[in-house]
């Protein structure tokens, strides 16, 4: 699987952006998607991430109830809504695939077989 993330660029404070990821191959319905994001001088962190179907998501409490993780396997695309978007969500932006079916472990860094390049999204005050 193949990733391309697009989408990142330069927002308000209290704005919105959506974030698109682009998956090639025939099996991208068979993954569980996930955003990560990772600020200068830190770790990759957890944003959100959606179960094969669809029908389970999970968020970063950080980001829960501002951004809404989605996918369409028809597009092979998974979408990150961002609203009411906080300086504090300045980061490179990463979408992941992974074979695992627990949404909780979907969490982890190193359940991700594969990565996007990075979109990146600034915020300003």
């Known amino acids: 699987v193949q990733l391309q993330a697009s989408g990142g660029g330069l927002a308000q404070a209290g704005g919105s952006l959506r974030l698109s990821c682009a998956a090639s191959?025939?099996?991208?319905?068979?993954?569980?998607m996930g955003w990560f994001r990772q600020a200068p001088g830190k770790e990759r962190e957890f944003v959100a991430a959606?179960?094969?179907?669809?029908?389970?998501?999970y968020y970063a409490n950080s980001v829960k109830g501002r951004f809404t993780i989605s996918r369409d396997n028809a597009k092979n695309t998974v979408y990150l809504q961002m609203t009411s978007l906080k300086p504090e969500d300045t980061a490179v932006y990463y979408c992941?695939?992974?074979?695992?079916?627990?949404?909780?472990?979907?969490?982890?860094?190193?359940?991700?077989?594969?990565w996007g390049q990075g979109t990146q999204v600034t915020v300003s005050s």
């Open positions: 959606i179960s094969w179907s669809g029908g389970t998501t």
């Open positions: 992941g695939a992974t074979p695992r079916v627990s949404i909780l472990a979907m969490k982890a860094v190193n359940q991700y077989d594969y």
């Open positions: 191959g025939r099996t991208f319905s068979s993954y569980g």
